[in-house]
């Protein structure tokens, strides 16, 4: 048995961690326990990825399938890390469409989690450049998912927390672009209506995400720095310079655990001042960035989770309907900066419709903080999600760890359209997970 | 056959074999992975063909079968410039006190095997005049431990082999390095109780393979803190070491 954990180190549960080779091997994983699940390379936060016995790692399965530059279509095993694919693939002039804030997740769990970029306003979310997905089913059936074939099983895969089987392959497409830089517009807000009227006002631009000081209270309550962001072409790039970036390797790394009081309301309220204050300096003009610290601002930062000390931290992320949406997000913040201890780390960015049955986006904003894991901070939790589920809101199952079952019914409500299609793909409940236990399964 | 240079990886399904063959094939380098089940080698060939670019053979090579060896070196459409060997077992240590096949096969495995087949290229490559020939051995040779006998003393014949073979072929033009990686997570280890801060991931050692062939290294410990490690273990007293239990 081994102690295993997501990337908020909560919970940390005891499970049989396989990392097989071979597709049959994964099969055999599955088949000969129940409750099942396979993880990628562990980003999701709380116990998506954690199986209820057993947690079958895939990350062994790293190998590309096939590319076809002429249409940028590329078949994969589930364990490609998307690092791997912007290093390999990028100097070759393709990407991702939709990466999340950091690079290192797989293919399997991006599709698992339909995770969304800071595109996800206009161009959607992970799902929709898929074009089919090899799953070997609780049932033990090894089925090619797509639009077209298995169509319900397809879309419950999507964003499905890899309860409808194991996501061996995956097809999908990758963006042609001219090179690896972003042209980058920051403009500071200096409060949430000015925030989110310049989030609005981004709707036309391909990127677009705001940090928010959380510290900030009062007529500063909600203040924000806006990037905006395109892909830049050759010719804006300086005389010389490479048309794709170099990649580092994380060049710090957070080598202990933190004590926890080093975040205290204190050092958090100093940082927020002080990353405000020099990106509002930068606000108004445009320059052109590496794509490497536009999208994933922290992966130069190995082990950041380990900053929240031992205990680990939560992160709560949240989507709120565009009607109504100033409101919640007013008293959210309002609370959190009376609080004091949510982190650096509040992120504000507007979404669009999800594609798969429980992907988490909705039109509307959408609100990141982190906690970490201390004193009464499971209760101050649960009264935001009484806001979330009043305004018609939901969590975010790859950040969760603790979320009630109401507020989860409450927030997705396909969840019974997905029950069935799960059930017929694993009558026995073979898959099920530390998140499906606490959310999905019955009891 | 491209001008590009090289690579024969024998034991190119395991993992420091992929890890190895992706880092000179992203140098680079042509590929041939070798091993005993050539199917399961295809996804990794046409892997590396889709990420690089570069031409890559599968080829069926059996580390016991030592009386395949000319042939196999024979059948090769040329002779590669480096040769990998990371074949190895490192099989049980408690049954191979008294199995006396299976310890057989856990010598043969990483001594025998490994020792001809890499002598066989050197006497091609001495004809040459040039080539890289790596042989992955063990920090387990350094010294006789307890728990790890069997293998660690197979591994220890390696690395003389290794050693003896490069002063002989340095003089001929051919290079040999000796890789010791320490504890590294792969399927060999699996299940392991692996020292966190001495434990290395695959990819790691393939790119200290790829380093050490191109500056002509002849000795590498993946991770510097091995070669210290080993330096304690290799300097205590047989009085005192024998009493450890490791």
């Known amino acids: 048995m081994t102690l295993v954990s997501g990337w908020g180190r909560f919970p940390v549960v005891d499970t049989d961690l396989l990392r097989p080779r071979s597709f049959e091997a994964v099969g055999d994983a599955v088949a000969d326990v129940t409750g099942s699940v396979a993880r990628g390379n562990g980003r999701a936060y709380g116990d998506a990825a954690i199986g209820a016995a057993r947690t079958v790692g895939m990350t062994g399965f790293d190998r590309i399938r096939s590319f076809d530059p002429a ?373 | 056959m491209t001008s590009r240079k090289s690579v024969l990886v024998l034991g190119g399904s395991s993992d420091i074999g992929r890890a190895a063959a992706r880092a000179f094939a992203k140098a680079g380098y042509d590929v041939g992975l070798a091993g005993r089940d050539v199917a399961a080698l295809e996804p990794d060939a046409a892997d590396l063909r889709t990420r690089y670019s570069v031409e890559v053979g599968v080829y069926r090579f059996d580390v016991l079968d030592t009386a395949a060896f000319d042939g196999f070196v024979g059948s090769l459409p040329a002779l590669p410039d480096v040769v990998i060997s990371i074949v190895g077992l490192l099989g049980a240590q408690e049954s191979a006190q008294s199995d006396l096949a299976h310890a057989t096969t856990i010598m043969r495995s990483n001594y025998e095997g490994p020792s001809l087949i890499l002598g066989l290229f050197a006497e091609k490559f001495l004809g040459r005049g040039s080539g890289t020939l790596v042989g992955v051995s063990s920090v387990a040779g350094d010294r006789g431990r307890a728990s790890n006998y069997v293998y660690g003393s197979a591994k220890a014949g390696f690395s003389a082999f290794l050693s003896g073979l490069r002063a002989r072929a340095s003089r001929g033009g051919v290079h040999v390095v000796t890789v010791k990686p320490g504890f590294v997570r792969t399927k060999m280890t699996e299940g392991m109780k692996l020292i966190g801060p001495l434990t290395v991931e695959a990819p790691v050692v393939g790119d200290a393979i790829l380093r050490a062939v191109e500056t002509k290294t002849d000795v590498i410990y993946v991770s510097g803190k091995w070669r210290l490690v080993m330096l304690i273990i290799k300097t205590l007293p047989e009085a005192v070491f024998k009493k450890l239990k490791f």
């Open chain 1, 71 to 443: 249409t940028g279509r590329i078949r994969l095993e589930a364990g490609v890390l998307l690092a791997d694919l912007i290093d390999t693939f990028g100097p070759r002039g393709f990407l991702p469409f939709v990466v999340p804030g950091t690079r290192f997740v797989s293919v399997g769990g991006a599709i698992a989690s339909d995770v969304h970029g800071k595109n996800h306003h206009c161009e959607g979310g992970f799902g929709r450049y898929l074009d089919s997905i090899l799953l070997r089913t609780g049932e033990g059936e090894t089925i090619e998912v797509s639009r077209e074939q298995h169509s319900d099983a397809f879309f419950a895969t999507v964003g499905g927390m890899g309860l409808t089987g194991v996501i061996l392959e995956a097809t999908m497409w990758l963006r042609p672009v001219e090179t690896g830089w972003i042209r980058e517009r920051v403009i500071s807000a200096s409060d949430l209506d000015a925030a989110m009227r310049a989030l609005d006002a981004g709707d036309t631009a391909t990127y677009s995400v705001a940090w928010i000081d959380c510290a900030a209270r009062g007529r500063s309550l909600g203040r924000s720095l806006i990037y905006l962001g395109e892909h830049a072409d050759r010719d804006e790039l300086a005389d010389g310079a490479d048309a794709f970036p170099v990649g580092k390797d994380p060049g710090l790394s957070v080598p202990i655990d933190m004590p926890s009081m080093t975040l205290n309301r204190y050092s958090i309220r100093a940082f927020n001042e002080l990353y405000y204050r020099m990106g509002a300096r930068r606000a108004g003009g445009s320059h052109v960035v590496s794509l490497y610290p536009y999208f994933f601002p922290l992966d130069s930062l190995s082990d950041w989770n380990r900053i929240y000390g031992k205990r680990g931290f939560l992160q709560h992320q949240c989507v709120i309907p565009e009607a109504g949406a100033r409101a919640v997000l007013g008293e959210i913040l309002e609370r959190v900066a009376r609080r004091g201890d949510a982190s650096f780390l509040a992120v504000l960015k507007k979404l669009g419709q999800g594609d798969g049955l429980l992907s988490f986006p909705l039109p509307g904003y959408t609100l990141a903080l982190d906690f970490p894991v201390k004193g009464d901070i499971l209760d101050f939790l649960d009264e935001i999600d009484r806001l979330v589920v009043a305004a018609g809101g939901r969590l975010y199952l790859a950040k969760d760890a603790r979320q009630s079952r109401a507020t989860f019914e409450a927030g997705y409500p396909a969840l019974r359209r997905f029950n069935a299609i799960r059930k017929s793909l694993d009558p026995n409940g073979n898959i099920r997970s530390k998140l499906s236990q606490r959310l999905f399964d019955e009891v």
